[in-house]
Structures are given as C-alpha cells and as structure tokens.
C-alpha cells in the first residue's frame, strides 16, 4: 500500500514521548558508532556480533514503541473515522516487512 491514510501522527506526540524515543535513538546511535571503533580497532568477532544483537534488539523495542502508539492513536481514530479496515491493512503490511 503505497498511500497513508495520514501523513502526520493524528495526535501529535507529547514532549516527553518524544525526549523518551530521541534518547533511545541517540543510544542506538551509539552503539553503531561503537561498532564502527571496534572494527577500526580489529576487536573479536564474537564481541561485534553480540553488539549487532543489542542494537537490532533496541531498534526493535523503539519500533514496538512507534507500533503500540500507531495502534492506539492512529488506528483507534482511523475505525472511528470508518476506515479501521485500511488502517489495520497498512499496518499489517508494515508489521510484515517488520518482522523479516
């Protein structure tokens, strides 16, 4: 599905939500830069490996975050609106690519 049904959050994102997801973000973008060191530094496979882990792991949580919000705002207004059925077909296609 190409077209979204809305193009900005249909209840825009409180200050503290989103301090909480940049801190998050700024976290991940950390440990990338991390891995980036110990490759220049030739660190132990194994140890950039378990790195990789935790940071597909955080970015996954900050996607549960953006999901549970999506659903609770975004689809909640769409079924209100009477287009749920569209929403909830958006959001499954983008769950899909999620979970690959």
């Known amino acids: 599905m190409d077209e979204h049904l809305h193009e900005?959050?249909?209840?825009p994102r409180t200050s503290?939500?989103?301090?909480?997801?940049?801190?998050r973000l700024k976290r991940i973008e950390g440990q990338v830069r991390?891995?980036?060191k110990?490759?220049?530094?030739?660190?132990?496979?194994?140890?950039?490996?378990i790195q990789i882990s935790a940071i597909?792991?955080?970015?996954?949580?900050v996607g549960y975050s953006v999901t549970e919000r999506h659903m609770k705002?975004?689809?909640?207004?769409?079924?209100?609106?009477?287009?749920?059925?569209?929403?909830?077909?958006e959001l499954m296609a983008v769950l899909k690519?999620?979970?690959?």
């Open 34 to 36: 991390g891995i980036q």
């Open 73 to 89: 705002h975004c689809v909640t207004d769409a079924i209100e609106k009477g287009e749920g059925a569209e929403s909830i077909e």
């Open 97 to 100: 690519q999620f979970s690959k």
């Open 38 to 49: 110990m490759i220049d530094e030739d660190r132990y496979c194994i140890d950039i490996l």
């Open 16 to 23: 503290d939500e989103k301090i909480k997801m940049q801190n």
């Open 8 to 11: 900005f959050a249909t209840e």
């Open 56 to 61: 597909q792991s955080a970015l996954k949580n």
